[in-house]
Structures are given as structure tokens and as C-alpha cells.
């Protein structure tokens, strides 16, 4: 999923911000990884994203037969806690280095590649006060139902209210 997630992405990247890429003094003023997506994009091969379209179609599918006996998928909203604000992304995570600049919101990615609505609630606090959340991801077409959910979890928590981590 991650690999086809990284194609389509790039494919539609490198189509989106082609003509900015091929103005020299445009391209200057892109992001470096807005660079290098508009050049994996165009070297991709249609055989490539003919097959990743094919791997989304079926996570399609298999998504679709899962909310058949569930209602909604949680998830962590990162890999990661909240990172220094000077940080376009973090490079590590651990001891694991992050091949593109997106890994480290890798966990968005199922939901993101089928257009499935997800809603992002507060989770609570780590170790050092940051804070997390969980995305609420739920059937193809049931927004209401999803933010009936998420309603349901501020109800239930109340972490809108809760904006310092405990003992602080």
C-alpha cells in the first residue's frame, strides 16, 4: 500500500506542479521535496501506475468488506510525537531513518489512498506532555456517521477541554 500510496502521489504530484517545475526560476522557489516528487512522478512508467492503481483498488475492496463488520477503524494520527517547529519533517525516527520525507505519517496513508473520511480527536499526552491523537476512520461515504463518532468520543472524553497534560 505504502509503495502505491508514494507512486500515485508522486504521479499526481509531477502533473500538479509540472509547469512550475519546468520554469528554471520557478523551480527555484519550490521545496526541495516538491523537487524530487515531480521527478520520481515523471519517471514513473505507466506499467507502475497501472499497478498501483490496481493495489488500491483492491484495498479498496478489502476496506469495503471490513466496515461490513466494523464501524470505523482507529489508528494513531503519527508514527511520531509533535516535533520541533524548525523540522519540515523528522529524519528518525528511533533508530530508523526516513526514506522519504512523508514516512513518518505513514499510518494516514490507508485511509488517505481511498478517499475514506477520517476525523482526527485528541488522544492524550506522552511521556514529555506532548500531545497525540487517534484518526477515527470510517466507511466510504459515512461522514455523518464518522462525526457522530467523533462527537460521541468529546462527549465521552472531554480532551478539547484537557490542553495541559497532567500535573501541569
Do not use: C
Not at 526541495?32 to 490496481?54: H, M
Not at 464501524?71 to 510525537?81: C, M, R
Amino acid at each position: 500500500m505504502w509503495q502505491a500510496w508514494i507512486e500515485l502521489r508522486a504521479f499526481a504530484t509531477a502533473n500538479r506542479l509540472g509547469p512550475l517545475y519546468d520554469n528554471p526560476v520557478w523551480r527555484e522557489q519550490l521545496k526541495r521535496d516538491a523537487i524530487w516528487e515531480v521527478e520520481v512522478g515523471r519517471g514513473l512508467s505507466i506499467e507502475v501506475v497501472q499497478a498501483a492503481s490496481l493495489t488500491r483498488s483492491r484495498w479498496y475492496a478489502t476496506a469495503a468488506a471490513l466496515f461490513e463488520r466494523y464501524d470505523a477503524l482507529i489508528l494513531p494520527t503519527a508514527q511520531v510525537w509533535p516535533f520541533p517547529l524548525e523540522w519540515s519533517h523528522p529524519e528518525r525516527i528511533g533508530n530508523r531513518a526516513m526514506d522519504t520525507y512523508h514516512r513518518w505519517m505513514e499510518v494516514t496513508v490507508a485511509p488517505g489512498l481511498i478517499g475514506l473520511p477520517v476525523v482526527a480527536v485528541p488522544a492524550g499526552f506522552g511521556p514529555s506532555g506532548l500531545p497525540m491523537g487517534l484518526q477515527l476512520i470510517g466507511r466510504h461515504g459515512d461522514d455523518l456517521g464518522l462525526l457522530q463518532l467523533a462527537e460521541a468520543w468529546h462527549q465521552a472524553t472531554h480532551w478539547p477541554e484537557k490542553r495541559l497534560p497532567p500535573g501541569v
